[in-house]
């Protein structure tokens, strides 16, 4: 039999069912697997025609098939004497609809069987000697992106895409979403924080009364109140001073791109330019980050520093150095350093690094391979000197000492365990970094609200206020470990029992919302008008609705003083930082400039971040510096316009044609 004969089978046995019910053990195997063999092509098409041949077949009786016959196939035209007859059939047709639906019930059965049995017979494995027709691949074919893992194939070699330079498909650093490594090598977790492995210090009754700090009808007493706010995407920070708001922290989840402040990186260079004093180096973030070379030395010339990690660098604003060598002689391409960042990525640009490595604690600072030892300036002086003679007992070899704000009147034990906490930490660190492969990610800050608590959290706070019952037992667990004294001080708040948000019942929101305005209203009438650009914030001072009293002098001076507290308040409330312009209002007196700057000093020493300003021009012109970690307020609760794109003007495009 020849294959047009075989398909000729096929055809009939598919439009004729009785047939097919008939033969279906001797037919239908043959013919399914003859036509999985004979892939359809456009020459089968003019097929389509045979009814026509089969016209002239004997008439069957007018059963079920015979109905199915003529559903599948359109009659073909018959002249007008032909149409008489079956228009008197309809009527019988009509009367019978019962045989009918009978008759169809009978007929789809056996399909369904046929339909069945092809189904299990195209199932069937084909013989060995014939494998399967595979599908070549077609132009606009798509396939999905690999995930994380699946770029190994079975027998463990990676795959190699082009621009990998041979390593693997792991391409450049700097392109967008890259993710950064919790371990893009191998598969090695970073350190996190040890925050609390140990039971707390046992203080005797004298001990316990100093460090719990004032209570008045048995509620606690303090300048300052904490309130944190857990929200879906977000934590919000806020520090009041009585009702004030001074302080407030946006902190989303923690994704390894822009919140890294603090981290460690094993980070290998890429770029080395002479000319800039600096490097490119990639720690597997989107954008590679900066080292300076003034960040490569210690830069520490005095002995008694603040504790904070944000510290003193010789050279100026960005960390060059006038004598020693050049930064191409201290690094080159390609060479793996350990890094810490100092500042976060900002708009277009990378984060910035040290080599100088700081493990922050409760209670001290600790630099490995350094000799560095300093007291918190913000310390009374009795204080200091009972903590220097306890510091020089208890520094390890080869390890820096600082001693921060927190360590006042702690008992001896308390520091030492905070310092073998850290040094255990480091040696994870070390033994990390030794079987890491660079760009990956060595150590990782606790997120933003533990990191606040457990910095600025003393015995001058009334009251921290935490509405997240998980982050709640965090800082619980870690402050009974590290501060018990200050436990009955940290308070869980309910909104369901309180039935108000919390920022709503401490009047945080709307201050929020006037901390974003660009006018800034003083007491008197006066008015502060801030405004930022890349690198560069400018604050103008005005009398506004003040008219004063006495004399014009006087009216001027007054709103000055006004407005360099108001300046100082502002610049910790939005975060500010970078250079700062300060515009006041003109005065000729010389002395009235002098209490001028030494009110502004004063008010700016209450900020923990580190300002630098200089003295007051014949024209009321201040300058200033404040270091900048990361995104001010603004820019953390904004999106910049889509029309305009931040700059408030929308061009006028019939004027340009």
């Known amino acids: 039999m020849d294959e047009s004969t075989l398909n000729d089978t096929t055809n009939n046995t ?106 299990s017979e195209l199932a069937k494995p084909a013989p060995p000697g014939v494998p399967p027709p595979a599908r070549k691949p077609q132009i606009g074919d798509t396939r999905p992106s690999p995930q994380a893992g699946e770029s190994e194939g079975t027998t463990g070699r990676r795959r190699r895409r082009r621009g990998g330079r041979g390593r693997g498909g792991r391409g450049r650093s700097n392109q967008a979403g890259t993710p950064t490594t919790d371990n893009r090598n191998g598969s090695h977790a970073p350190v996190e924080a040890i925050l609390a492995d140990q039971s707390p210090v046992e203080l005797d009754d004298e001990q316990l009364s100093e460090r719990r700090g004032q209570y008045r009808n048995g509620k606690p007493l303090g300048r300052y109140r904490m309130c944190v706010h857990v929200a879906e995407g977000a934590t919000h920070i806020s520090v009041l001073e009585g009702r004030s708001l001074i302080e407030y922290y946006v902190s989303r989840p923690s994704d390894d791109i822009s919140e890294i402040y603090g981290n460690l990186y094993q980070g290998r260079v890429r770029r080395v330019l002479p000319g800039m004093e600096a490097a490119f180096v990639d720690i597997g973030t989107p954008k590679q980050a900066v080292l300076y070379r003034g960040d490569l030395t210690v830069a520490y010339d005095d002995s008694d520093e603040d504790a904070s990690p944000e510290r003193k660098r010789t050279g100026g604003r960005r960390g060059r150095t006038v004598d020693g060598p050049a930064i191409s002689e201290l690094i080159r391409n390609g060479q793996t350093i350990m890094c810490q960042v100092i500042k976060n990525p900002i708009g277009h640009k990378g984060a910035r690094l040290t080599t100088e490595v700081s493990l922050p604690g409760r209670f001290v600072v600790l630099i490995p391979g350094s000799s560095v030892t300093g007291i918190s300036r913000r310390l009374p002086t009795r204080e200091r000197r009972r903590l220097r003679g306890l510091l020089a007992k208890e520094i390890p070899e080869g390890f820096g000492v600082i001693l921060r704000t927190a360590a006042e009147n702690v008992t001896p034990a308390e520091i030492r365990r905070d310092i073998e906490r850290l040094t255990r930490q480091w040696t994870q660190i070390s033994e990390l970094a030794e079987r890491s492969e660079a760009p990956a990610l060595l150590f990782r800050e606790p997120e933003l609200a533990v990191r606040i608590i457990r910095e600025q959290f003393t015995a001058d706070f009334r009251e921290v206020v935490i509405d997240d019952p998980v982050l709640f037992e965090q800082v619980k667990g870690y402050m009974e470990a590290v501060a018990a004294p200050l436990m009955d001080r940290i308070r869980y708040y309910d909104p369901v029992a309180e039935r108000l948000p919390l920022f709503e019942r401490v009047h945080v929101a709307e201050q929020v919302r006037k901390a974003t305005d660009r006018k800034v209203w003083l007491p008197s009438g006066g008015s502060l008008i801030i405004e930022h650009t890349e690198a560069l914030t400018v604050i103008d001072v005005n009398t506004g609705r003040n008219v004063g009293r006495s004399s014009l002098n006087e009216t001027l001076f007054r709103n000055n003083l006004e407005a360099a507290t108001e ?14 312009i300060v515009d006041f209002v003109d005065m000729d007196d010389k002395r009235q400039r002098e209490q001028l700057m030494s009110t502004l000093n004063e008010a700016l020493a209450r900020d923990k971040t580190r300002t630098a300003t200089e003295p007051i021009s014949d024209m009321g012109i201040v300058q200033m510096t404040r270091m900048r970690t990361g995104e001010g307020l603004l820019e953390s609760m904004s999106d910049p316009c889509d029309v305009c794109e931040g700059r408030g003007i929308q061009l006028r495009e019939s004027l340009f044609s």
């Open 567 to 580: 300046i100082a308040k502002q610049l910790r409330l939005r975060d500010i930082g970078g250079i700062i």
């Open 14 to 119: 598919t439009n004729n069912p009785q047939s097919e019910t008939s033969s279906e053990s001797a037919d239908t195997a043959p013919a399914v697997r003859k036509r999985r063999l004979v892939a359809p092509s456009s020459g089968d098409k003019p097929d389509a025609p045979e009814p026509e041949a089969a016209a002239p077949a004997p008439p069957e009786p007018a059963s079920g098939p015979q109905t199915r016959r003529r559903r599948a196939t359109p009659a073909p035209d018959k002249p007008k004497a032909k149409a008489e007859p079956k228009a008197k059939a309809e009527p019988k047709a009509k009367a019978e609809p019962k045989a009918k639906a009978e008759l169809k019930a009978k007929a789809e059965p056996k399909a369904d069987a046929v339909s069945k049995e092809a189904e």
